[in-house]
């Protein structure tokens, strides 16, 4: 849940700070990978 958090969280604030496009894509990307992580895990422990 943290890497969903501070991915997303800084995936924005790089894209605010003009870090450049790879950087903010990145960043985004793994905050992206957290909240597909979470949001399986959740979707998993219901079918159990």
């Known amino acids: ?14 894209a605010l700070d003009g870090k450049g ?3 903010a894509l990145s960043i985004l990307g793994a905050g992206i990978l957290g909240v597909v ?3 399986s895990y959740f979707v998993n422990l219901e079918d159990r």
Do not use: D, N, Y
């Not at 849940?1 to 501070?6: L, P, R, Y």
């Open 37 to 39: 992580v979470v949001v």
């Open 21 to 23: 496009l790879w950087t």
């Open 1 to 14: 849940m943290c890497m969903a958090v501070g991915g997303l969280a800084g995936g924005v604030r790089s």
